[in-house]
């Protein structure tokens, strides 16, 4: 691994200040370590911000929760206010990885590096979650623009994940043998009015099956999206999965979420 | 370079050592606790498990810095007075090893487990285990070596 100088601020002030072209972000590091281990990415300086108590923490009220950046999956997976919020996401957090994966992963780690197989970014799909960063508020369909891209500017910090608290959701999740990133992940969130179904793993970046959504909105039950075809094309083809059998894949994984509500 | 103070194994040890160094290196280079092993270079294989404030994690995949203050567990701090901690006896006694190479982060894994589930289930062990990566024995005698320290912890 290349020299870096390591820093640890205790505010946001302090770390936004010490950011620049050729610094990172540090939280649970289960990536960007292992990025730089592989010199896939090198960086002068390298901000720790995980001693930034207002950071962590999560926080349930009437129609949200709210989950600091720097909250670990093993945290949110124990969290009881989460299980009775929103039982799906916390167990979409106890299966991300492994067990020392999650003593250390963040969800703000991973919403920012918003790796193509990751599974938060579909629960912030589907929940309708809000980012809070230092500078201000976005949707999560504005958040989330492309393979490994997100809508934050040089030196801004994600501050929270602020999810609407559904009526019944589920996440289901085909996971690749060694690493545990979906192969397909597919989030499903009835809300009061509608229905999202958000896909990871299938294409270049997480999306909302409006099609499946809306079958589901005016019908929620599996039987509703039978002979619904999901197209292939755009879908990621690996060693792993062809697109056909993710396509045929996401279908199925719908039906078995809607089914777990 | 940055001055990294821990508590290892019990005792406090004082280094000044490059920002970049991971706290495999930490451990291995600095204070010769070679019982950590790095087994992959991807984060992957769980050798380099260790605990962190009670809490197992990879140290191939952590720095040393980003610890500082922490007590640290590494294998080397299990046994104590000359006696294999129950897990380490386990081990030896149901045959849970072959070259030897992942015991450590399997050892320091499952301790984490029983410390949260006192009777975990086959299923259990196998999903905590996930993170740990054995290359000879096929798994059956590590679980079953997990099952057997449950019965003694």
Redesign the interface.
Known sequence: MKTFNYHSPKDVKEATKLASSSSAFLAGGMTTIPSMKLGLATYKDVIDIKNIKKLSGIKVSGKTVMIGATTKHAEVAASKDVSKAIPALAKLAGNIGDAQVRNRGTIGGSISNNDPSACYPSACMALNAVIHTDKRKIEAEKFFTGMFETALKSGEIVEAVEFQIPEKADYQKHPNPASRYAIIGVFVAKHKKDVNVAVTGAKSCVYIDKDLSKKLSSNFSSSAIDGTEVKSSGMNSDMHASAEYRANLVSLYTKKAVEAC | M?KVTLEVNGKSVSKEV???T?LSVFLRDNLNLTGTHVGC????C?AC?VHVNG????S????A??V?GSKVTTIEGLAKDGKLHPMQAAFKKTHGLQCGYCTPGMVM?AV??LQTKKNPSDQEIRE?L???ICRCTGYQNIVAAVKEAATKM
């Open positions: 940055t490059p920002d970049h991971l270079d991807t984060s992957q769980g498990v809490k197992s994690i990879k191939c995949s952590t720095l810095a980003d500082e894994s984490d487990l905590w996930e993170g740990n």
